[in-house]
T-cell receptor
């Protein structure tokens, strides 16, 4: 069975500092990986996705993630965060049959001035 | 070009009542997914539907929960005889047809926050 583990439940960081949100997955099938962001009281918005090809994926809002098959990781990074990046971030893996998403527990990113 | 619509946004029910949550997918989307987010947890898959068909309901509780996506109208998630443990945010997502849903982005609605008193 597929599963996703987000290693940090909360990440506080100062504005303009770099940030990395960690995500590890387990899967016995081909892997399709996603990062979503959820702002308070809103739905989820796709940041980026890995389906195949280049292991470095660039997304919206200056975020990027690197797929590392040997370490079964898909960490999300941003070189310089803004206050507006404060939100909950979810890593997800797609079930190959039908496309349902298996989510991690989420990481709350808190950017402080 | 409206996104995924869910209503109501907030729903309060007393124990034993029924809750009906509605989801209108984006125009042209024929795949609908329902997820539940319990407090302090990530989203958990519940059910995957296409028009008039339930494709995967492996995440649905065996009792009291049902879902449909009729030929016309929104998808409905129905919870009968609600209990306090049903209090959660319920999110609907949709994706377009073709190439298998997992190649396509799932667009999420704003969610319905159900509170059971």
């Amino acid at each position: 069975a597929q599963s996703v583990t987000q290693l940090d439940s909360q990440v506080p960081v100062f504005e303009e500092a770099p940030v990395e949100l960690r995500c590890n997955y387990s899967s016995s099938v081909s892997v399709y990986l996603f990062w979503y962001v959820q702002y308070p009281n809103q739905g989820l918005q796709l940041l980026l996705k890995y389906l195949s090809g280049s292991t470095l994926v660039k997304g919206i809002n200056g975020f990027e993630a690197e797929f590392n098959k040997s370490q079964t990781s898909f960490h999300l990074r941003k070189p310089s965060v803004h206050i507006s990046d404060t939100a909950e971030y979810f890593c997800a893996v797609s079930d190959g049959e039908g496309g349902k998403l298996i989510f991690g527990q989420g990481t709350e990113l808190s950017v402080k001035p | 070009n409206a996104g995924v619509m869910q209503n109501p946004r907030h729903l309060v029910r007393r124990r034993g009542q029924e809750a009906r949550l509605r989801c209108s997918p984006m125009k042209g989307h024929s795949h609908v997914y329902w997820y539940r987010q319990l407090p302090e947890e990530g989203l958990k898959f519940m059910v995957y539907l296409q028009k008039e068909n339930i494709i995967d309901e492996s995440g649905m509780p065996k009792e009291r929960f049902s879902a449909e996506f009729p030929k016309e109208g929104p998808s409905i998630l129905r919870i009968q005889q609600v209990v306090r443990g049903d209090s959660a945010a319920y999110f609907c997502a949709s994706s377009p047809p073709g190439q298998g849903a997992f190649y396509n982005e799932q667009f999420f609605g704003p969610g319905t926050r159900l509170t059971v008193l």
